[in-house]
């Protein structure tokens, strides 16, 4: 039988959105893992080395880390309906870096400050350690002016994407544009009770919105954390060996690295190079509770050292 896709995850969780919404586009049956929203996380880490940000997929021993990675193993393996707008594949890969960085820092620090006293001293002690530094509330409650600013612009983008009347921010059909803009818009909508005010102004942004809703979350079915594990430790990774010949650094499978995020949960996950590409790379890593796993990460926005 083959592996199920699992995605480890938190229904509150945006970036988990992103993945949701396209196992909705592609029909993908998929098995939900709701992990804790904060750490410790002791079924899932034996899987990722170490690795602490939400979502992670895992599909038999193969650990997929960061949404862009997973969004690039589902395309892979779904390849229809795509989610790379003609002409535009390049682009549509690259709208990550506007969406998970500069748009989301601006949500996040939007709804935290919005939220203000009512965020839980111990998810705030969960997010300083993930961050590295302070989660100040009230500085990003003092920021809310121009944090409202600064969605306003991003917004205006997307409204201005759409003006020609078009359905999806690519043309004719959803792609990946339309998900990674719509994690954010997702993220306003649950948790800041103003938001159709903020929204107000961005007719084409709210019927968008209301396309994206239906889409859906394919088909999903509940598995427990530990479930997950057996399976990991059960089976055998899938990966097979994938050289870069090009790799501006010489790295070639076999070799021992260590990688981590280069913004926020640097933690690094040791292993042994197994594929290699100027989007991937990929980890083989033993552990006395997951057996033998290989972990996967995107290159963008994360950093590959030497052991
Ligand atoms: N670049 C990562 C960012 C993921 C991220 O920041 N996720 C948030 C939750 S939506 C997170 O990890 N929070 C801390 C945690 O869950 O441990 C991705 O695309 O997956």
């Known amino acids: 039988m083959p592996s199920p896709i699992i995605l480890h995850h938190f229904d509150e969780s ?7 919404v396209v196992f909705g586009l592609k029909d993908i049956a998929w ?11 002791p079924d899932l880490m034996p899987m990722t ?15 997929y880390c960061d949404s862009q990675c997973i969004l690039r193993e589902l395309e892979r393996r779904f390849p229809q309906p795509s989610l790379l707008p003609d002409g535009s594949t390049g682009l549509a890969w690259a709208s990550a ?54 969605l306003r612009t991003h917004l205006q983008w997307i409204e201005m994407q759409l003006a020609d009347g078009r359905a999806w921010l690519g043309g ?14 997702w993220y306003v909508r649950q ?32 598995m427990s954390t530990a479930e997950a594990l057996s399976i990991a430790k059960d089976a055998v990774p899938q990966t097979a060996e994938q050289a870069d010949p090009r790799d501006p650094n010489g790295r070639q499978p076999g070799d021992r690295v260590e990688v981590m995020p280069d913004d926020y949960g640097k933690i690094k996950v040791g292993g042994e190079i197994v594929a290699l590409s100027p989007q991937h790379i990929a980890i083989r890593r033993h552990d006395p509770l997951a057996g033998d796993v290989v972990v996967h990460f995107p290159r963008a926005g994360f950093l590959v050292l030497p052991i």
């Open 49 to 63: 080395g170490g690795y602490r940000r939400t979502p992670v997929m895992q599909i038999g021993a193969d650990i």
């Open 172 to 185: 004719d059909t959803a792609c990946l544009f339309d998900v990674n803009a719509y994690m954010n818009v």
């Open 97 to 150: 870096m506007w969406t998970d960085r500069s748009f989301f820092q601006n949500t996040v620090n939007l709804v935290f400050g919005s939220l203000a006293d009512k965020v839980p001293q111990e998810f705030i002690a969960d997010r300083e350690k993930l961050r590295g530094a302070k989660f100040d509330v009230a500085a990003m409650t003092s920021a809310i002016a121009q944090m409202r600013d600064q």
């Open 14 to 20: 945006p970036f988990s959105e992103k993945i949701r």
């Open 191 to 222: 948790n800041m009770p103003d938001a159709d005010a903020l929204l107000a102004e961005f007719g084409h942004v709210r019927a968008w919105e209301t396309r994206m809703r239906a889409i859906g979350h394919g088909r999903r079915s509940e």
């Open 31 to 41: 098995t939900s893992v709701r992990i804790s929203r904060i750490m410790p996380r």
